[in-house]
């Protein structure tokens, strides 16, 4: 009974070699049925796996180079397809869109449509119907905290050079209902608080007179005019504004309250762009101006054109270039509240409030 637990080598005349055939091996491959030798399944070790560091950092390259050259190979493969098509005369191939954040955006109710009359008759009766129907020219006030710092003032010297006929009033002590009552019996427009925080600009309260609405922003990434390399000085003409990507309801009416700021009817010889620019709920704010300039293009002749043509006087082609110089300031927004009427903290009724339980997925935007 003792010998029953004991293995036996060698079984029934066979050789040591038959229990080895029968089992598959730990460390990878497998037995094939029609008898042939064991396949070896390598394992891809990914570089998270390498605990050394050089080593991780060497294998790291290599995959990057790899997936560098399999770009390049198929974007020569999709390049001679459709020129295959060209010449044939057939319609190439469409291309494939990448999947971004903003394309795989959650869907929103409240986009606006081209043909939406309701967002057309709500256009003519809003606050900024007057304004941006050219009826009466914008006027702004612009000041700051009962607190102002080093930096504020000098942004406020920049935001002057780019609001047209906008003026700039010290806070002093005065609350800001006074304010608001002061800025309806000077026919402004509209009122820009600019909020400082340890010495440095944090948050816009962007205010339509008399009605309102009011926005409150965070004002965020900063960068003066000075600081700003190959800069260029602002004329005095009348800007183009230039509003991309707000489309739902919200935002187009964010963009409507920034549109006021601006008068109607720019001035294309100054060559002035202000852009606002809304990519995922945050107002990019870009100031350029365009310059027009003329370079000449060198001509690349033949050996045997030169032979026959050496006689022949060479004037070199000129061509116009469009470019952009940059101006400033250059800043971000997000908005945090939109409220009804002018400013009030205590019984103001709010359109719209950021909340952090909003913040539900990365695909879910409000402007």
């Known amino acids: 009974m003792k010998g029953m637990g004991k293995r036996r080598r060698g079984g029934g005349g066979g050789s040591d070699n038959d229990g080895a055939d029968e089992r598959p091996s730990k460390r990878g491959g497998g037995i094939r ?3 042939g030798d064991v396949v070896k399944q390598k394992k891809t070790i990914l570089p998270s796996m390498i605990k050394n560091k050089e080593k991780r950092a060497e294998v790291h390259a290599k995959f990057k180079r790899e997936k560098k050259l399999e770009k390049k190979k198929k974007a020569k493969a999709r390049e001679a397809v459709e020129k295959r098509a060209l010449e044939l005369g057939e319609e190439p191939p469409a291309r494939s869109v990448p999947r971004t954040i903003e394309n795989t955006r959650e869907h929103d109710e409240t986009v606006c449509l081209p043909d939406d009359e309701e967002l057309f008759v709500g256009n003519d009766a809003d606050e900024f119907s007057a304004i941006l129907k050219d009826n009466c020219p914008p006027k702004i006030l612009i000041t700051t905290c009962r607190f102002n710092s080093t930096r504020g003032p000098a942004f406020i010297a920049e935001l002057l050079t780019v609001i047209p006929n906008s003026h700039y009033y010290k806070r002093g002590t005065y609350v800001l209902k006074k304010i608001v009552e002061y800025a309806k019996k000077k026919d402004f427009t509209s009122i820009i608080v600019v909020h400082t925080n ?3 600009p944090d948050a816009l309260i962007v205010m339509g ?12 990434k900063l960068v003066l005019r000075k600081d700003i ?3 260029g000085n602002p004329t005095s003409h009348k800007p183009e504004l230039v509003l991309n990507n707000f489309t739902t309801r919200l935002g187009h009416r964010v ?6 700021l601006f008068p109607q009817d720019p001035n294309f010889r ?6 606002f620019y809304n990519q995922r709920d945050f107002i990019f704010f870009r100031h350029h101006r365009y310059i027009f300039e003329t370079k000449e293009n060198k001509l690349v002749e033949s050996r045997s054109k030169k032979g026959k043509d050496s006689n022949e006087e060479k004037v070199p082609k000129e061509k116009t270039i469009a470019r952009l110089q940059e101006c400033g300031p250059r800043f971000t927004l997000k908005l945090i509240s939109l409220q009804h009427g002018t400013f009030d903290t205590k019984g103001g009724e709010f359109e719209w409030v950021h909340k952090p339980e909003m913040d539900t997925s990365r695909r879910r935007f409000f402007l």
């Open 229 to 231: 390399k190959n800069h």
């Open 270 to 275: 100054g060559r002035r762009v202000v852009t």
């Open 33 to 35: 049925e029609d008898g």
């Open 255 to 260: 963009g409507r309250l920034i549109q006021s």
């Open 198 to 200: 340890r010495r440095e």
């Open 209 to 220: 007179v008399p009605d309102g609405p009011t926005a409150h922003f965070k004002l965020s």
